[in-house]
């Protein structure tokens, strides 16, 4: 786990037709050859490596500093290829099919018995595999080219603040990896939604290990929805929802949300940031102190997918500010917003 040397990391831009095909090539060429790579994906920047090659996908753990505890998800470059990856139980095989066929490519992960053929290292020793397809085109390109799934966590240091720029990347591993191809700023700017499948009649129970994109409205047509996070641990020999710490998504200055704005009362001579969702002027509180930074996610009437966009790119940015605390406001838990506040607290927790 160890990193032994540094590197230099290469930042390849995309936005031109001859920058892109080069950076495409050298990507690929890197990922055969067992290197690591930082790719845009349509939720979060991942750091990708060949998934079946266990060497590298230890230079995944080893750039992150992750633990070996935290398995990651494979990324695949079409959906025939999912029995490479994962094998489907009979009980489920309709609800998968009609699932994958409706969200992929896209930010949907499914947790799935795992094929022998994956290295043990990926899974983190689970008897199962979290699989998804990326619906963003850079990434979409490498990983046809490559036709080889693909191991990509998200590209930050382990319980550190998710990328959603390749700068952010370059911030957490610049000489740790040797290339990171710019694909701008992330499409939907929160990790991917990961459920389960269990078979239960008439309708397939679908577990959500962690909120995302994908919400509880749009899952519903496919079966019934339920939240795990929700649920009292059932006493099982793995954790359901393995690597997802209590704190996770932290910034490097404490953050506290409110539950109830109005409960905050400044102390004098601290400097706070503040990660607001609308920046209500009725918000009384907004007033009480001169904030170091403010950062409204979604200014106006406050737009959930815009906020979930705008959301570790404001983090980041408050974290560098210089203030004592971070002070974020709750959005509202439905649709996409369940899937911040579960980033909130979090990134709130010690
Ligand atoms: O959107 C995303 O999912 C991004 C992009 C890069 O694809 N990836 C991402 O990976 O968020 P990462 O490593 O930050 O989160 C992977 C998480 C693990 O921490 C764990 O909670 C869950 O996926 N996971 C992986 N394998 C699992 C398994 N077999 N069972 C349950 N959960 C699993
Ligand atoms: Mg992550």
Redesign the pocket.
Known sequence: MRLTRRMQTILAETDRPDKLKAAVVQAVDLLARGETVALP???????AADAMNPEAVAKIFAAKE?PSF????I?LPHRDRLADVAIVPPEIAKAVAQITEHFWPG?L?L?LP?HPDVPDMV??G?P???V?I?ANPIFRRVVTSLARPLA?????RFGRI?PTSAAAVMKELEGRIPLILDGGACHTG???T?I?ILPRDPKPLLRV??A?PVTKDDLQPFGKVEFANQLPAAGAD?P?????LASHYAPRTPLRLLEKPEDFTPVEGRRYALLSYRCDPDDGYLFLTDWVQSLTLSPGNGKLPEAAVRFFHCLRQLDECGADEIIAEPVPERGVGVAIMERLRRAAAK
């Open positions: 994906t349509e939720t979060v920047y991942g750091l992750r935290d398995p990651l998800i990324h930010p992960t947790v795992k899974t983190a689970l199962t595999v979290a998804r990326s990509a966590p998200s590209a930050n998710s929160l990790e991917s990961i389960r290990l962690r995302g793995h359901e929802v393995p690597g997802q």
